[in-house]
């Protein structure tokens, strides 16, 4: 398939796997004005997964290639890399939280003054969140920071630059069962596709439907498959 876009395109192809439809849309991005122009979409029939989990390996390549060379064809592109959904009984989501103290970031910090929180700060604190113990058979597909906590202040969205001596996140984990993820990652791989991520479709759903004013409204989504 010839490819008549320059290389340097922002594209990006998803795959949506559901039990009922396997969907394929392929986007160009256009990052100065910040919008996504839809180039192609395929969709196949889904016979060979179920809840989430493969039970048909051999039907399950033949309908994301046909949902993927569709896209292709419309988009007059050749996908090399994609994002995958995924969805079913075995993703799980926990809440939970941690807390660091402040590190100071001047030499003349000490214990009894407040230091600046930066990024190391927050990714430190994140590491402590997700720091919990799961099954060997699962995995953190995403960490949805939903506050920090500075001191006494809550409420907190983002907290780079603010100062305090302790720091606190409260998270939302989504895992994978990791036998699941791997499934899926080794089928697109053999199809010849670089896997970027994983992505869970309730989550994707809400991205793409839900904007920030309604998410501070406490607007919900309900994706009934």
């Known amino acids: 398939m010839k490819n008549t876009r320059s290389k340097k395109a922002n594209i990006h192809t998803g795959i949506d796997i559901g039990s009922a439809k396997i969907r394929c849309a392929i986007i160009e991005s256009d990052l100065v004005e910040g919008t996504n122009k839809l180039l192609g979409i395929g969709s196949s029939d889904s016979t060979g997964i179920n809840r989430g989990s493969i039970i048909s390996r051999e039907k399950f390549l033949e309908e994301m290639e046909s949902a993927l060379v569709e896209a292709e064809k419309m988009a007059n592109v ?3 890399q994609v994002w995958l959904s995924v969805s079913g009984e075995h993703i799980r989501g926990i809440n939970t939280q941690g807390a660091i103290a402040i590190e100071g970031n001047s030499p003349n910090s000490s214990a009894n003054h407040s230091n600046k929180i930066d990024e190391n700060d927050v990714k430190r ?3 402590m ?9 699962r995995e953190i ?9 500075v001191d006494v202040m809550d409420n907190i969205k983002d907290p780079i ?4 001596r302790r720091l606190e996140a409260r998270v939302h984990l989504v895992t994978v069962t990791t ?8 089928c697109a791989e053999e199809l010849g596709l670089i896997v970027k991520g994983l992505v869970f479709q309730g989550l994707a759903s809400s991205i793409a439907t839900i904007d ?3 998410r501070d409204m406490g607007v919900v989504l309900a994706d009934i498959g």
């Open 78 to 80: 050749k996908v090399e």
């Open 125 to 127: 604190v994140l590491e």
């Open 129 to 137: 969140a997700k720091a919990i113990s799961f099954p060997t058979d």
């Open 141 to 149: 597909l995403h960490i949805l920071p939903q506050e920090y906590v």
């Open 161 to 164: 630059g603010m100062s305090g």
């Open 179 to 186: 036998s699941a993820a791997e499934n899926l990652v080794n």
């Open 212 to 214: 920030s004013d309604e």
